[in-house]
């Protein structure tokens, strides 16, 4: 029999209600055990939860859901007790006294409802990100792929390749009788190449769904004492960063995280651009390079007004940003983008209303499905390379349609429907507990 897990599923404590979820086999004895009668199924009911020597834990409401009508398809039940700390841990460990239950592990529930169908792998990892959006725009991301729109897109795709590898394998077998009507593998290879270029259509909005769902980067790089912290600290409207006269402070990557129009974009501080001797700047000037060579947006910030070439290499954006424009007089501002003085506020606003705009156009307004996770991007270039062996004339018919195959079971593998066992691990270790 499998374990009955319990676990705390709502938020930090204190807090006016807390939710502990059961579920498994014993679920329904255990809720008898702590209340007596079982409620009727989905009615919340006030009841008082007791020990086994009867003392009062809390009251609450229980709610009881036979299985499969429940979130695991198991039986569950969820109580809705005070949110102390001691009322929790109290029926925590009153619970797991009972033989067969214990403490759930971190994406448990989420993962017995993979496996008895109530949810696939793509839907359950939008479920965690809608835990974890901070912002409205992940939000929507996460809710559009929890509603399972992306995961019918792949097993459109999936069911494509199966009738394009039964119709080739079909070939093979008649191949030698005189009456098979002229070859219908042209057609279907047709229909292959198309879905090679809705693939490369799909990952090119890779970018998009990453920006959408893990925010968009900028990256602050420049010379020391340019006023990099000072404008983080402005951004973010607090004192994130240290600011100091003496240059070479910031070492570590300082981020603040901030909601523009509903996207989240988070604004990285780096170390001052400069050779240096100092073992830890010198760490710190690399990582600076290494953010910026991977954000989606890099400011060059002067204080001067000239910016040297940063060389980050190709297929950056960046923007020329002159800072402390209340020190000089006239027009010093060289070849910037954006002249601001953070300390005065000039400027500042006008930045800031041109990221929203570039993360806006970056993030998109479509409606089209965008992958957001590079675990979904890796099957989906794995399955399309597939599919380009499965193009190639050079193959005998039989390779091709192996190759087909196999496309097919990697586009599978991104909903799970095929063997996942080695990477349910994966997926969902990162759940929180009680998920
Ligand atoms: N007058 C003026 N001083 C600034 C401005 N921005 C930064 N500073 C000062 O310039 C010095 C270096 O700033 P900091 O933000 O630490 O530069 P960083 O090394 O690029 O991070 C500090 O003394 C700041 O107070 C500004 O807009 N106007
Ligand atoms: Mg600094």
């Not at 992940?138 to 897109?153: C, H, K, M, N």
């Not at 710190?284 to 910026?292: D, K, N, S, T």
């Not at 400027?347 to 998109?364: F, H, T």
Request: glycine share 10%.
């Amino acid at each position: 029999m499998a374990d009955t897990i319990i676990a705390l599923s709502s938020g930090a404590m204190p807090s006016g209600v807390a939710v502990v979820r059961v579920s498994g086999p014993r679920s329904g004895a255990l809720t008898e055990a702590l209340i007596g009668a079982l409620p009727d199924p989905r009615h919340a009911t006030l009841r008082v939860l007791r020990d086994s020597a009867g003392a009062e834990i809390d009251r609450g409401l229980v709610l009881w859901f036979p299985g499969p009508a429940s979130f695991t398809g198991e039986d569950c039940a969820e109580f809705h007790v005070h949110g102390g700390r001691a009322v929790v841990d109290r029926l925590l460990a009153v619970a797991v006294e009972h033989e067969g239950v214990r403490l759930a592990e971190p994406g448990e529930f989420s993962r017995r409802a993979f496996v008895n169908g109530k949810l696939d792998l793509v839907e359950a990892e939008a479920l965690s990100d809608l835990i974890l959006a901070e912002t409205e725009a992940q939000r929507r991301f996460a809710v559009e792929q929890a509603t399972g729109a992306q995961s019918q897109l792949y097993a459109n795709w999936r069911e494509r390749l199966l009738t394009a590898r039964a119709m080739i394998e079909a070939e093979i077998d008649f191949s030698d009788e005189e009456d098979v009507p002229g070859s219908v593998s042209d057609e279907v290879w047709a229909d292959v190449s198309s879905l090679v270029a809705e693939i490369d259509q799909h990952i090119a909005s890779s970018d998009r769904g990453r920006i959408l769902r893990s925010g968009f980067d900028v990256a602050l790089v420049g010379a020391p004492n340019a006023g990099k912290s000072t404008l983080l600290n402005v951004l973010a409207g607090s004192e994130r960063a240290i600011v100091s006269a003496e240059p070479g402070t910031t070492r570590d990557i300082v981020e603040a995280r901030l909601d523009l129009d509903g996207y989240l974009v988070t604004i990285a501080d780096t170390a001052g651009l400069r050779e240096t001797d100092g073992l830890v700047e010198a760490e710190g000037v690399r990582r600076a390079r290494l953010r910026a060579g991977q954000a989606d947006l890099v400011l060059h910030v002067s204080e001067t007004g000239a910016f040297n070439d940063l060389s980050l290499g190709d297929g950056r954006t960046i923007w020329r940003v002159r800072t402390k424009t209340d020190l000089v007089r006239g027009d010093a501002d060289g070849d910037a983008d954006f002249a601001l003085s953070s300390v005065s506020g000039s400027g500042v606003d006008d930045l800031v209303g041109a990221i929203r705009s570039e993360v806006g156009r970056r993030a998109g307004q479509t409606d089209t499905l965008a992958p957001g996770r590079a675990r979904h991007i890796e099957l989906l270039r794995t399955g399309r390379t597939y599919l380009i062996d499965s193009l190639s004339e050079r193959l005998p018919l039989e390779l091709r349609a192996e190759a087909l195959r196999l496309a097919a079971d990697t586009l599978g593998r991104i909903t799970g429907r095929i063997d996942v066992e080695e990477m349910l691990g994966a997926v969902f270790s990162r759940f929180c507990v009680g998920k």
